[in-house]
């Protein structure tokens, strides 16, 4: 049981670069998430999907779109990347209202 | 807006002392309240959560919680710190998880 995967572990970009961020879970859960985690700030939700088709913006979406591909595959795109867009990405997901589990993170670096 | 506020940015703490990180959250969050604690170049793993019910929640790792709805508060405890609690807690909250800031705990030989 894998839980939540997240694909690359690392990656760096020149500005303006484009790439997408993956995310899958075998837990057959409803809800994703993407947070993005940045020193003395928590994690802040970027975007959500409460079940498959559906997605929301969170409180950072600017500069991101996601796409939830089907229940286990929820990614995350940058289409033109920023320098303030350097961060530590997080995936998750929920059955419900209740407790997500993370995936490992991915370490994002734009020069 | 809802909000969840952790006071302390970091705890420094000897081994074997006792330790209490402290939560509030805004009275417009739902009350779902979680801890969860993220190890070095980790993610994060649940500590304990409070759904309904009892006030006094238990976790993993010897670690519990007391929600208090008249201070708004959820603070995580444990009687006797290890080393190996040295990590970043988070507490989070509400049916669209807002997290805290984050309080990194140091426990020191």
């Known amino acids: 049981n894998a839980g939540v995967t997240q694909t690359p572990k690392f990656q760096v970009l020149k500005t303006g670069q484009s790439m997408t961020l993956q995310c899958a879970q075998d837990m057959n859960h409803n809800s994703m998430y993407w947070y993005r985690q940045d020193p003395g700030m928590g994690l802040r939700l970027i975007y959500y999907s409460a079940s498959e088709g559906t997605t929301d913006k969170g409180e950072v979406p600017n500069g991101y779109n996601v796409s939830r591909l089907n229940k286990r595959e929820f990614s995350l795109r940058l289409e033109s990347a920023a320098p303030s867009q350097t961060s530590v990405y997080f995936c998750a997901s929920s059955p419900s209202r209740d407790t997500q589990y993370f995936g490992p993170g991915t370490r994002l670096t734009v020069l | 807006a809802q909000s969840v506020t952790q006071l302390d940015s970091q705890v420094p703490v000897f081994e074997e002392a006792p330790v209490e990180l402290r939560c509030n959250y805004s009275s417009s969050v739902s009350v779902y309240l979680f801890w969860y604690v993220q190890y070095p170049n980790q993610g994060l793993q649940l500590l304990l959560k409070?759904?309904?019910?009892?006030?006094l929640v238990k976790g993993i790792n010897g670690f519990e919680a007391e929600f208090n709805k008249s201070q708004t508060s959820f603070h995580l405890r444990k009687p006797s710190v290890h080393i190996s609690d040295t990590a970043e807690y988070f507490c989070a909250g509400g049916q669209n998880f807002v997290f805290g800031p984050g309080t990194r705990l140091s426990v020191l030989p």
């Open positions: 409070y759904l309904s019910g009892s006030t």
